[in-house]
């Protein structure tokens, strides 16, 4: 497969924070990389490729160079397999006035009126009882096929609603999923998750089940030179570094890639990058390579941290959104994410290094910083380097309607951070 056709098959398959955790240990086994639990203790050598997850949301991924020293500097790239959406609540199941109907809450900051009329599906996993009370069984479960929708109502019935309709999360966005009857109650969907997994909905104890757009990727333009996909925000980041790492090494130091769980919400959690997760772990690696905490505490000073995830690209239709000399077009090249106030990492001298890599690659790049009177996103880069304290700059593939439940972006772009991610590992 060529690279797009990798993403492609990321899209597909991620859908859920789970199954994106899943793919990429699926293409990081491929790779050769061994398999590591963090609560074992860690026999790791020089030239080795290891991986682990972390509460089954969260994926590491790190190489050892063959003359790796104490002194050497690691290279991190870190984004996230969340995406904005809906989550089913406990005891969903609802019958109103003939309906079957599912009880959800908003997660991230979703464009609403995107999900509607759309075939949706659900996945995640699910928590079964066990003889251990202390260790339930957990299955991870994609119902592959539509079994949602959230329909819109229709203009005949509110003749103003293209001036602008207020959708209530708990009222207008809980979506359908049969009618009523004597074989389908509000427990129908819940029977449908024991089948699926072949239990007794009596031995269902819990689940974190995220709603997902079923459309298929697919190319845009009379030359292909656009891609339309749900879930670009942020698999084009997590597939970018996951060829990179896979295909780029270093003989000094330490490369690292992480997908962390949670950033849609704000990252504050066991597995998201506002955790001392990272800061464990490479003291961890350090330690196992028979090095001292002081030389992974000396190493933060010469070590560089990329927070890869989606930039806003310039809409035609809305100018006067944007910044009058840092916005960017879509297909020519990647973004450098800057912010004064740092939500988005901003340290000149990082930025510097990622430019000189890309005037030494011949790789195109673009610099994005929001219109002064607007507040954008944050991203896992301003946090990581909070909680560790090395040279972070934020980049990533400009996209159109970010956070819609179906977003847009260039070829080339995604192909320059490619390009780049695999020279920041290699170089």
């Excluded at 769980?261 to 800061?279: F, M, N, V």
């Amino acid at each position: 497969m060529n690279r797009i056709e990798k993403l492609f098959h990321l899209l597909e398959n991620a859908t859920s924070q789970f199954h994106t955790a899943l793919a990429v240990k699926e293409q990081l086994l491929e790779a050769g990389f061994e398999e590591l639990a963090l609560h074992d203790n860690w026999n790791l050598q020089k030239g080795g490729k290891y991986m682990f997850t972390h509460h089954g949301s969260t994926i590491f991924a790190f190489t050892v160079g063959t003359d790796f020293r104490a002194e050497d500097g690691f290279r991190i790239a870190a984004s996230h397999g969340d995406f904005p959406g809906f989550r089913i609540k406990p005891n969903a199941g609802m019958e109103v006035n003939g309906y079957l109907q599912l009880n959800t809450e908003g997660y991230g900051g979703a464009i609403l009126s995107t999900w509607l009329d759309r075939p949706l599906s659900v996945a995640g996993r699910v928590v079964i009882k066990s003889d251990d009370v202390f260790k339930p069984e957990v299955r991870f479960i994609d119902m592959k096929k539509p079994v949602l929708i959230i329909p819109n109502l229709a203009i005949h019935f509110n003749r103003e609603m293209n001036k602008g309709m207020e959708l209530r999360k708990q009222v207008e966005m809980l979506p359908i999923y049969g009618t009523a009857s004597e074989e389908m109650t509000k427990e129908a969907f819940l029977v449908a998750l024991a089948e699926k997994l072949n239990v007794n909905k009596e031995d269902i104890l819990d689940y974190e089940l995220m709603i997902y757009n079923v459309d298929k990727p697919s190319y845009v333009g009379l030359k292909d030179e656009f891609v339309s996909a749900p879930r670009l925000d942020n698999l084009t980041s997590t597939q970018a570094i996951v060829e990179g790492i896979t295909q780029s090494s270093r003989k000094n130091g330490l490369n690292m890639m992480i997908v962390f769980d949670h950033e849609e919400i704000g990252s504050r959690s066991k597995q998201g990058a506002a955790s001392t997760l990272l800061s464990t772990v490479l003291e961890k690696i350090y330690l196992s390579l028979g090095m001292e905490t002081v030389d992974f505490t000396n190493a933060l000073e010469d070590s560089l941290f990329m927070s890869v995830d989606v930039s806003h690209a310039y809409h035609p239709n809305y100018a006067g959104k944007y910044d009058v000399t840092n916005k960017h077009i879509l297909n020519q090249g990647f973004a450098i994410k800057q912010a004064a106030s740092q939500s988005y990492a901003t340290d000149s001298e990082a930025i510097a290094i990622v430019q000189q890599i890309c005037e030494k690659e011949d790789i195109a790049y673009q610099k994005f910083v929001n219109h002064s009177d607007s507040v954008g996103g944050g991203t896992i880069g301003a946090i990581s380097s909070a909680m560790l304290p090395v040279r972070t700059v934020d980049i990533g593939v400009p996209l159109l309607a970010m956070h819609s439940s179906r977003e847009t972006m260039g070829v080339k772009d995604y192909e320059s951070l490619v390009d780049f991610i695999g020279a920041y590992f290699r170089l």
